[in-house]
């Protein structure tokens, strides 16, 4: 099963990307212990598609139950109530641009990709 293109999950990304910044987590430090690439956490944290299983691993890594994450994206009210499970607040309307860390990676990645072209 795939998570994509459900209304919400770029605000559920976020959601999980305050959450990992609030625990003073590192992109790197979550995707160890949820035992995930990096390039997945981003994936999450930008509400991209990913493999239900990773949305589940990274629920458990932050505390949650590994059902919680599918739960909020299932439901009505989701965001807040995943951004009152996790102790952040939810975003209002727009979602905020991809912290520092998170926008170096996607450029790295993006170097990397073209080098790899050539």
């Known amino acids: 099963m795939t998570v994509c293109g459900v209304d919400g999950a770029q605000r559920l ?3 999980v990307s ?3 910044r609030q625990r003073g987590w590192t992109l790197d430090h979550a995707a160890q212990l949820a035992g995930l690439d990096k390039k997945t956490v981003l994936r999450i944290e ?3 598609a990913v493999q239900a299983r990773s949305w589940r691993q990274l629920a458990v890594a932050l505390g949650l139950g590994d059902g ?3 739960t909020a994206l299932h439901r009505a009210d989701g965001v807040e109530w995943l951004a009152e ?3 952040v607040r ?3 309307e727009s979602v905020p641009p991809p912290d520092a860390e998170a926008l170096a990676d996607l450029l790295v990645a993006a170097a990397e990709r073209l ?3 050539h």
């Open 18 to 20: 305050s959450a990992r």
């Open 90 to 92: 939810a975003p209002v």
């Open 85 to 87: 499970r996790l102790g």
């Open 68 to 70: 919680d994450l599918l």
């Open 46 to 48: 930008a509400g991209n």
């Open 115 to 117: 080098r790899g072209r």
């Open 13 to 15: 990304g976020w959601v």
